[in-house]
């Protein structure tokens, strides 16, 4: 028996050695491949190639962008790869201010079908997103053809940390069709008036962490899409923005359900609001369950808790047709903090499909606006209430 394990990890000792051999390079600077630092010239071609080297290597790997100011157009980091891969950026990459040319809806660095990828280095993307803000796009005019800065599609078990994306042209980053990807530390920024720039935006996509991270931006500060399952949103730090969504729902036929959203440990600061779920009224069916809100610390929020069925922007659907996505066991624990807007504690359920195991334990917002004290608002809801209750929730008649 331990004869045959020694044969068996010589072996495996050769064979690491020899692998290791054929490809002791297992690190891929861009400037090899014929990047420059100068701001003007396109690296995409040389990030490709060191890519596709990095991606054949049988061992782990690294791909580095070194310290210095890049330009970088519209470029696919696709999978699989035969070992783990580590992109690091240490310096800045900018986007084209001209988009024109690029593919609609794939984004400006989309990162496809990877298995055990890390991205970090805390280096710079940047979407130069000023040049399109408030011109072709506007807050009642979404312009979903422009890039997202960074695209995560069908990756597995990777990691993303210590990067910033600024001044995105549209969303930050986008995660679609993901398994057990976590953003640690991860910095987004742009102004609290540029149109669209959610920061991170979770779509049919199960284990997908978030934490210690901070967003600054113009749209929603994690936004939560259907299809969503197992995400926890920990020691983020959001604003300004629109706060923390789950939604918008029951826009479109067929959405997977969303199940077991937890975002706890937060600061949200100057938004428009704190933690939210919103549907569509008339709807398809659908569902989003086990979502639960826990120690939060609210800084001059707008609708600080907001439950939303009556959700219709911009006049865009049948408000009398209630939404048929039906809610249940949402929980609100913990959350303190103050508030300009009167109504802090908005709970509009749907008519159709009215919200079941409500839970709201220790509720502390002040309303720091002229004159009266922070009031609810509760639709077909029947919420269990423990602890503070700053406002009494509930307790005006709807
Ligand atoms: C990711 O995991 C899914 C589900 O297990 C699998 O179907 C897919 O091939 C994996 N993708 C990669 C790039 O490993
Ligand atoms: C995601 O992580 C879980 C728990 O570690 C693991 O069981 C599962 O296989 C992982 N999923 C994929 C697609 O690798
Ligand atoms: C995400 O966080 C949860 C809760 O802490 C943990 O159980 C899970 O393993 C984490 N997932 C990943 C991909 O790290
Ligand atoms: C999360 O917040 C609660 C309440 O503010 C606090 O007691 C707890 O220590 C925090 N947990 C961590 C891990 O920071
Ligand atoms: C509510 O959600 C919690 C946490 O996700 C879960 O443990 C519990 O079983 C759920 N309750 C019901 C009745 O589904
Ligand atoms: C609080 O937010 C409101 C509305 O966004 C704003 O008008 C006000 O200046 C803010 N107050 C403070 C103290 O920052």
Redesign the pocket.
């Given at each position: 028996m331990g004869m045959k394990l020694n044969i068996t990890a010589i072996s495996l000792l050769l064979l690491l050695t020899s692998v290791a051999e054929v490809s002791a390079d297992t690190y891929f600077d861009v400037t090899k491949y014929g990047a420059q630092a100068d701001g003007k010239t396109d690296i995409s071609q040389a990030l490709l190639k060191a890519w596709e080297a990095a991606c054949a290597s049988p061992i782990a790997s690294r791909v580095v962008i070194p310290n210095g100011i890049y330009a970088l157009g519209q470029v696919g980091i696709e999978g699989p790869c035969k070992a783990p891969i580590n992109l690091i950026v240490k310096g800045t990459v900018r986007a084209p201010v001209d988009t024109s040319r690029f593919q609609a809806q794939a984004g400006w660095v989309a990162f496809t079908n990877l298995d055990q990828f890390t991205l970090s280095g805390y280096g710079v993307f940047d979407g130069q997103g000023q040049s399109v803000w408030g011109q072709k796009c506007s807050r009642t005019k979404y312009c979903h053809q422009l890039p997202i800065n960074l695209r995560f599609d069908y990756m597995n078990?990777s990691i993303i940390k210590d990067i910033t994306s600024k001044d995105s042209k549209q969303f930050h980053i986008n995660v679609l069709g993901c398994r057990?990807?976590?953003f640690f530390q991860v910095k987004i920024s742009a102004p609290g008036d540029s149109p669209n720039t959610d920061g991170i935006h979770i779509g049919r996509s199960r284990?997908v962490?978030v934490t210690h991270s901070t967003i600054q931006t113009g749209d929603d500060c994690v936004s939560i899409g259907d299809g969503s399952e197992q995400l926890?949103i920990?020691k983020v730090e959001c604003g300004p923005g629109h706060g923390i969504s789950v939604g918008s729902l029951g826009l479109y036929a067929n959405e997977a359900p969303v199940i077991g959203i937890?975002v706890r440990n937060c600061t949200i600061s100057e938004t428009t609001n704190g933690v939210r779920v919103k549907t569509w009224p008339s709807s398809p069916h659908g569902t989003a369950t086990e979502m639960h809100f826990r120690d939060i610390v609210m800084n001059n929020v707008s609708n600080p808790i907001i439950i939303d069925q009556e959700y219709c922007p911009h006049n865009q659907c049948k408000l009398q047709v209630p939404s048929r996505v039906k809610l249940s066991n949402i929980s609100f624990k913990n959350i303190r903090g103050t508030t300009p807007t009167e109504l802090a504690v908005t709970l509009i359920c749907s008519k159709g499909a009215p919200c079941q195991q409500v839970e709201l334990g220790n509720i502390d917002l002040k309303y720091t606006g002229p004159g009266g004290i922070a009031l609810s608002q509760c639709k077909n809801v029947q919420p269990t209430l423990w602890g503070t209750q700053q406002p009494k929730t509930c307790a005006q008649a709807a």
């Open positions: 078990n057990n990807i976590t284990g962490n926890d920990n937890t």
